[in-house]
């Protein structure tokens, strides 16, 4: 049973980082903004006749369902532990509210974003995005989404490394760097456009 949830624990961590090295691929094609509008569009046109479009979309979903699907059991079975001898504790530092409240803000903005960005019509994508990126309940949505994804991915990213046998404390200043790094990446889209 113990092997078991160790076992579900790494595999959710796992799809976790699949996630991960999703966000690195969405934001090596989201730099072909900076290269200008046709760059841009051509990369995504590309992208969207390609098989690699489909097969990461079905992998993107099944792993961020199997990922929801552990992390809600885990927490029931940890609820109903309650009372009894043993209940596993849970990082100090955040609260459980906190977290599952950013963790749905996350999965609202995920769902959001991508319903919105495949209704794309009758203008192309960088005009859209370019359109999105100056409206403000667009603006404060935007913000959320990415700053929820950077607590979700601190939180997630040392305790992946850590379900993987790799040191707490020694990957904390590793992980915020890749954080600083890959968030800065995605915020320099709208900056862009703001500063244009
Ligand atoms: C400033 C931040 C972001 C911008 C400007 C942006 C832009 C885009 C664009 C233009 C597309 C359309 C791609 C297409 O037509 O196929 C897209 C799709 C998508 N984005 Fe983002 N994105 C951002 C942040 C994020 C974040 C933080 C996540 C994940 C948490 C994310 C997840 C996705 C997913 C899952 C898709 C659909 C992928 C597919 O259809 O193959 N994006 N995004």
């Known amino acids: 049973m113990i092997v078991n949830k160790i076992t579900y624990k790494k595999l959710m961590a796992l799809a976790g980082l699949f996630w991960f090295a999703y966000l690195i691929f969405h934001l090596s094609g989201l730099f072909y903004f900076h290269l200008g509008e046709e760059a841009f569009n051509l990369y995504y046109s590309w992208l969207n006749n390609s098989p690699i479009d489909t097969i990461l979309r079905i ?5 961020l ?3 929801v ?3 809600v059991t885990r927490q029931l079975s940890n609820n109903s532990s309650i009372g009894t001898k043993y209940k596993k504790p849970y990082p100090k530092a955040v609260p459980r509210s906190v977290a599952w409240s950013g963790a749905l803000m996350l999965l609202f903005f995920i769902i959001f974003h991508y319903f919105q960005m495949h209704e794309v019509e009758s203008v192309t994508l960088y005009k859209f995005l370019v359109d999105t990126l ?3 309940e667009m603006i404060i949505i935007y913000i959320l989404g990415l700053t929820t994804i950077t607590a979700h991915l601190h939180h997630g990213l040392t305790n992946a490394f850590q379900s993987l046998g790799l040191c707490h404390k ?3 200043l590793i ?3 890749i954080l600083f790094v890959v968030m800065g990446g995605y ?3 709208p900056l862009s456009i703001w500063y244009a």
């Not at 992998?59 to 792993?63: H, I, N, Q």
């Open 134 to 136: 100056t409206k403000p």
């Open 59 to 63: 992998l993107l979903l099944l792993s």
């Open 69 to 71: 699907y552990i992390a």
């Open 175 to 177: 992980v915020s760097l």
């Open 65 to 67: 369902g199997f990922h």
């Open 187 to 189: 915020i320099s889209i």
């Open 170 to 172: 020694q990957y904390n």
